[in-house]
């Protein structure tokens, strides 16, 4: 099992529509979770950080499931300019990070 | 508040040309890292540096070296550039505790021919 498995899509979703994306993890010792935003061709941007059970930041809205070992990624309200691939990251014990392969959003006009 | 400066943004080398990438990042980090991303692929390791004065490899060390010139700067060297190593290529760095998320930089463009 890999240590960070996302579902890849595409999600394509309208204009104003609720999302939710999961981002599950192997090792149960994980502490902290980040979820970042990159569109195209262009750097990975912190998006949101998890510590504890979840994490809101206006539309967007995290949460932690340890008992399944799962973070999910929750955006309401979509607009245009979500759309974009939204990575789960973990760090692991030592000093590296575990990325997960990306969920792709197109939000539709 | 720069963050993470990378330069160059865009290079084109021929095969067997060699090259600095440079990266420097103004907000104090003990941590700083060297990745890859290839089309439909994710960010893989190349090196990293926990602190000043060391330096890992990381999952895709073969064809670079990276020196960590002091606190703020951890350059990525190719000493002969091959066609694999057409990617973008991001810097980034971390405060160094546990849970500090990574800052990356703006990356740079590379094309091998």
């Known amino acids: 099992r890999k240590e960070v498995e996302q579902d890849p899509g595409p999600f394509n979703v309208p204009e104003g529509a609720t999302v939710a994306f999961n981002c599950t993890y192997s090792n149960s010792a994980s502490q902290s979770f980040f979820w970042y935003r990159q569109d195209c061709r262009k750097e990975p941007k912190l998006l949101m950080s998890?510590?504890?059970s979840g994490n809101e930041d206006g539309r967007f809205t995290a949460q932690l499931n340890r008992a399944s070992q799962y973070i999910s990624l929750l955006i309401r309200d979509s607009k245009l300019s979500d759309s974009a691939t939204y990575l789960c990251v973990l760090p692991n014990t030592g000093n590296q990070f575990y990325f997960g392969t990306g969920t792709s959003l197109t939000v539709i006009p | 508040n720069a963050g993470v400066t990378q330069t160059p943004k865009f290079q084109v080398l021929k095969t067997g040309q060699s090259m600095t990438l440079q990266c420097a990042q103004d907000?104090?980090?003990?941590?700083m890292y060297w990745y890859r991303q290839d089309p439909g692929m994710g960010l893989r390791l190349i090196y990293y540096s926990a602190s000043e004065g060391t330096t890992d490899k990381g999952e895709v060390p073969n064809g670079y070296n990276v020196s960590r010139l002091n606190k703020r700067e951890f350059s990525l060297r190719l000493e002969s550039a091959a066609p694999s190593q057409t990617s973008v290529y991001f810097c980034a760095s971390r405060a160094g505790t546990l849970n500090s998320p990574l800052h990356f930089g703006n990356g740079t463009r590379l094309t091998v021919t």
């Open positions: 907000m104090n980090h003990n941590s």
């Open positions: 998890v510590y504890s």
